[in-house]
């Protein structure tokens, strides 16, 4: 799959700019989520939409998809490749972010390899948060996507998480809305006070959010 190109047209009516401010927002809270590491992985960066607003020390991103010179900020460490493929230290991330990426793997099976590769990837007490679309709440979009193989919930994600070795911390159903495809314009304002508001999540919310230490 031309993963590039489906990209480009998934994202064609979307601000980049506008997706990016928000994403401004989003990166800290889940910064502050991981108990702010000094070491940050995102093994799903894309863009860097995450990575790019993380206040780490270190970050590393990894992606399949080569983007222009300039996406990342100064000092990231890119790796383009396929996550599994990857040469990644052992034991020497504090924090890991996935972001929309375990319903685009092939089975249960692959969830379970990339989960322990990562908990590899951690030191000791070190955290991954994992947010994905909940088929629980959004069934009816979920398969609108070409790139979507796997059904998941946060229940399903949280043993998973502890499967590979990772004691899960937090897990919360519904946290962010299902995409930045809506009829209203992402809002930094707006997700701030949405990000501040857990009773609107549970209205809105149709991604899980899932954390577990190493």
Known sequence: MNYERLYQYRFRNIDQDARDAVWGEIAPFIYGVLGKPDVVLDPAAGRGEFINHVPARERWAVDMVSYPEGTHAPGTQVIVSDIFDAELPQGYFDGIWVSNFLEHLLSQEQVATFLEKMHGCLKPGGR???MGPNFQYCSKDYFNCADHTLALTHGAVAEHLYAAGFEPELEVARFLPYSFRSKLPPSVAGTRRY????IAWRLLG???LVVGRA
């Open 195 to 198: 990000l501040k508001t857990p």
């Open 128 to 130: 991954i948060a994992v």
């Open 206 to 208: 149709k991604q899980f």
